[in-house]
């Protein structure tokens, strides 16, 4: 397996891998790795769909790629996804995938042409005094010695950030902007997270710190994550004869370990609580999905809080039985044993009539029921005592839901700590009291928050473990390989394997990307995998950084003004005077 990147090898269409009719392939998980895995197996590597089974425990799949109305509770969706442009891996899976919405399109041409016809900009980020404007929304406010620390964490060895954390490597100067504020709301960030994840962060999307205020370097499916991306994904599989075995729990894996080879001999399950399994050979390829950031999400209702369930957790069990067997496997505790510090919350809020709609389109400047964008992104409430953030997507957001209604998302960073009008933590709370706080901070008169968090909204709330687990701080080796060495027949996909690409976790594309790479290197296919967009090393893009980083000051040229005029007229007339005019840096 090798990366590559440009049309070179990106328009190539693979001959079929040496062996391929033989092999037979096994996926624990129904998430968007094993999905895109099965997907690349007949795409790319010529396995027939057939030979290809897909073990799930619940009766749906997608993983955490969630979206549905659930009978007695409401519409639900634990989380969304930001997308870009340079999600390169994913939008290599999605233009093979015809869209379930426009004939004769892949998703990836409805995805492009919506975003083409309807761009995404957001109009207000951030509030605070309930609902109330910030003065300085649009910059980023770090001061001289936080763009230093900032420029310090970019260019530090990926070895000094190992096992620190966040506020270990960044100072209160930092930590008290608004770049801070607008990172850590946009990826779930704590300040106790993992400072190795949050470099990488820093370089995998340095192209979006000028639309950090706005959004406008991120894009959205015109439907839930399930609907727009799950189903056109599955049925394509189904059409290709995968087959979806629902109600398996996948309770360990046998491997033959020996020197220079690792082989996967057996996979044991309990399916609909039936003990059974499936021997493996050589020519069987198994593909893991290790961990879960939605494992064990509960979900409450309008009267009830969502449970925080700290019991078994079956992925997270199947990982701690894979790793004892071999150092390689990976160490699954640094991730999956500290729920206090890897849980938030989230809710779904459904309004019910005409009376909520207007505070939203107050904030959001556009109205809600236009099909369009409407917050284009969350908007995160800077006063919170919860730090809670809440967007309202394009509408209808499911395709069965009442035109009056509206469908939007909350989560809070800060789930044990009392609210600003509810004075409770928010995983204590249930959906009406969420709603309450909401309402609150949406700029609801006082005197009518109670009666219109009763009856003209339903809000169904989700506690998840583990939903930051993958942010803990960590070192080499506590992700395994997606192929680890010597691994025959075997792979770890998903947001807890390792990829040997610069890439960062918690993105659609990171999931589809260890899918990818892993079937790429175990069945050897005649293609590059694409590398992550080369931002970090683009000398315009880091320019581009600069100017928002500094809210737009020019470069200071330190010592006596002869001396700057000096050096401004060394570099008159090169390329770097154009470059530093063309991104406002010194003046023209």
Known sequence: MHYSSGNYEAFVRPRKAAGADNKSAWFVGSGLASLAGAAFLIRDAGVAGQRITILEQQDIAGGALDGLKVPEKGFVIRGGREMEQHFECLWDLYRSIPSLEIEGASVL????????????????????????????????????????????VFL????SMENKRIDEVFGADFLSSNFWLYWRTMFAFEEWHSALEMKLYLHRFIHHIGGLADFSSLKFNRYNQYESMVLPLVKWLHEHGVVFRYGVEVTDVQFD????????????????????????????????TIGSLTENSDNGDHHTPARLNEGPAPAWDLWRRIAAKD?????????????????????????LDARIPPYIEKIAKRDPFSGKVVTAGIVTVKDSAWLMSWT???????????KHQLVGWLYALFVDVPGD??????????????????LYHLGVPVEDIAELAATAASTVPVMMPYI?????????????????????????????????????????????????????????????????????????????????LRDGKQLDIPGPAFVREYFLRKLEGTEISDLLKEFKLIAD
């Open 109 to 152: 041409d409805e995805f492009y042409r919506l975003d083409r016809d309807d761009p995404n900009v957001s109009l207000q980020r951030v509030t605070q005094d309930c609902g109330g404007d910030v003065a300085d929304k649009a910059l980023l406010t770090l001061n001289e010695r936080a763009q230093k620390n900032l420029l310090s």
């Open 156 to 159: 530090a060895s990926h070895e």
């Open 257 to 288: 370990i020996a020197p220079g080879r690792k082989q996967a001999t057996r996979i044991d399950w309990r399916e609909h609580g039936v003990a059974g399994g499936v021997d493996l050979g050589a020519d069987d390829l198994l593909f893991v």
């Open 327 to 351: 150092g390689a496997f990976g160490r699954p505790d640094v991730f999956g044993a500290h729920i206090a510090q890897t849980k938030w919350e989230s809710a779904t809020i459904t309004t």
């Open 392 to 402: 309202m997507s394009r509408q209808p957001h499911f395709k069965q839901q009442p």
């Open 421 to 438: 009008y509810v004075k409770k933590p928010m995983q204590d709370c249930s959906g009406e009291e969420i709603t309450q706080e909401w």
């Open 468 to 548: 930051t687990a993958f942010f803990m701080p960590r070192q080499a080796g506590d992700r395994p390989a997606i192929v680890p060495a010597d691994a025959a027949n075997f792979a770890f996909i998903g947001q807890f394997a390792q990829t040997r690409e610069r890439d960062c976790i918690f993105t659609t594309e990171y999931s589809v990307r260890t899918a990818m790479e892993a079937v790429y290197t175990l069945l050897d296919v005649e293609r590059g995998v694409p590398e992550v967009f080369n931002s970090t090393y683009d000398i315009r893009t880091l320019l581009a950084a600069v100017t928002p």
